[in-house]
């Protein structure tokens, strides 16, 4: 038995995402999306055979009178600015979840004065498109921090406000406000919210359960995807024979033999037709052996 894992698969903001560019690319067959549409190589490639062009942020400033597509990671104010000077027609497909938390940490930013402007500090990925868009709110100023061992970098005798980007371990932004409570000046005030998209977080109980009831896990996942590394480490702790895999292509057929139960499951990046094709070929990979 081959089953697909039901809560596998785009999240809500990368299909409404795919929905925008796919309803753009009907009417007119082209269209520009600022950076790839979604964390998954077979995804943009599909994406790009029916006229998404993906560009860089360098590009888009040398781009006039043109639609855009933006993401559903968000971009910061400086993005919009250019748009609006290059007479650039935005297609924004910022997830609702992600728009709330830009506009939080901006509120944040702004109602401060400088005399007393505490440090935002933000728990994600360095670099990542949808972080760039969230310090972008703070005018760069806020403090990016990828695990405990960054904490450092806060001065705990200045007030703190920490946020976390939204596809982040619950269990990891637990952590950072423990030590950050441990370590703070007894007058220093310390706000912190849990900005962690419940349809992500959800999925690791779930994908746990999931990997504990098959012999074999197929993870699909784009090497982008830092959803999927979280999600892929929680199934390799819940089943010791999980396999990483971009597609098809990388099933090593001896991962089979004997298999009687494998489940197949992926990121919130991982298209479901990429998901059906790997559990095609296992199928005919096990048919082969028998």
Same mark, same amino acid.
């Given at each position: 038995? /081959?089953? /697909?894992?039901?809560?596998?698969?785009?999240?809500?903001? @990368?299909?409404?995402?795919?929905?925008?560019?796919?309803?753009?690319?009907?009417?007119?067959?082209?269209?520009?999306? !600022?950076?790839?549409?979604?964390?998954?190589?077979?995804?943009? $490639?599909?994406?790009?055979?029916?006229?998404?062009?993906?560009?860089?942020?360098?590009?888009?400033?040398?781009?006039?009178? @043109?639609?855009?597509?933006?993401? $559903?990671?968000?971009?910061?104010?400086?993005?919009?600015? /250019?748009?609006?000077?290059?007479?650039?027609?935005?297609?924004? &497909?910022?997830?609702?979840?992600?728009?709330?938390?830009?506009? +939080? /940490?901006?509120?944040?930013?702004?109602?401060?004065?400088?005399?007393?402007?505490? %440090?935002?500090?933000?728990?994600?990925?360095?670099?990542? &498109?949808?972080?760039?868009?969230?310090?972008?709110?703070?005018?760069?100023?806020?403090?990016?921090?990828?695990?405990?061992?960054?904490?450092?970098?806060?001065?705990?005798?200045?007030?703190?406000?920490?946020?976390?980007?939204?596809?982040?371990?619950?269990?990891?932004?637990?952590?950072?406000?423990?030590?950050?409570? +441990?370590?703070?000046?007894?007058?220093?005030?310390?706000?912190?919210?849990?900005?962690?998209? +419940?349809?992500? &977080?959800?999925?690791?109980?779930?994908?746990?359960?999931? $990997?504990?009831?098959?012999?074999?896990?197929?993870?699909?996942?784009?090497?982008?995807?830092?959803?999927?590394?979280?999600?892929? $480490? %929680?199934?390799?702790?819940?089943?010791?024979?999980?396999? !990483?895999?971009?597609?098809?292509?990388?099933?090593?057929?001896?991962?089979?033999?004997?298999? %009687?139960?494998?489940?197949?499951?992926?990121?919130?990046?991982?298209?479901?037709? !990429?998901?059906? %094709?790997?559990?095609?070929?296992?199928?005919?990979?096990?048919?082969?052996?028998?």
């Amino acid at each position: 038995m /081959i089953e /697909i894992d039901k809560g596998s698969g785009f999240c809500f903001g @990368v299909t409404t995402a795919i929905s925008k560019a796919e309803e753009e690319l009907r009417t007119t067959g082209h269209l520009y999306c !600022l950076g790839d549409i979604v964390h998954n190589s077979n995804e943009v $490639a599909r994406l790009e055979l029916t006229g998404l062009e993906t560009i860089t942020h360098e590009q888009l400033r040398e781009l006039h009178d @043109v639609k855009v597509l933006l993401r $559903a990671h968000g971009e910061p104010p400086e993005t919009y600015e /250019i748009a609006r000077r290059n007479n650039i027609e935005i297609i924004d &497909a910022t997830c609702p979840v992600v728009l709330k938390l830009q506009q +939080r /940490i901006a509120q944040s930013y702004q109602q401060a004065d400088d005399k007393h402007r505490p %440090q935002i500090v933000i728990y994600g990925k360095r670099g990542h &498109a949808e972080v760039n868009g969230l310090v972008g709110q703070t005018a760069g100023t806020a403090i990016v921090i990828e695990n405990v061992d960054e904490i450092d970098n806060i001065d705990f005798t200045r007030d703190i406000i920490l946020y976390s980007q939204t596809t982040k371990s619950l269990q990891g932004f637990k952590h950072i406000v423990e030590e950050i409570k +441990r370590r703070i000046a007894p007058d220093v005030r310390f706000e912190y919210y849990d900005t962690i998209c +419940r349809s992500v &977080a959800n999925r690791i109980p779930q994908i746990r359960q999931f $990997a504990q009831q098959h012999e074999l896990i197929l993870f699909v996942c784009g090497s982008k995807s830092s959803n999927g590394r979280i999600l892929f $480490a %929680q199934c390799l702790d819940a089943n010791p024979n999980s396999h !990483l895999i971009s597609n098809e292509t990388e099933i090593d057929p001896a991962w089979l033999v004997g298999k %009687q139960r494998i489940g197949i499951c992926g990121a919130t990046s991982t298209p479901r037709w !990429l998901m059906n %094709q790997v559990k095609d070929h296992a199928a005919k990979l096990m048919e082969s052996t028998h």
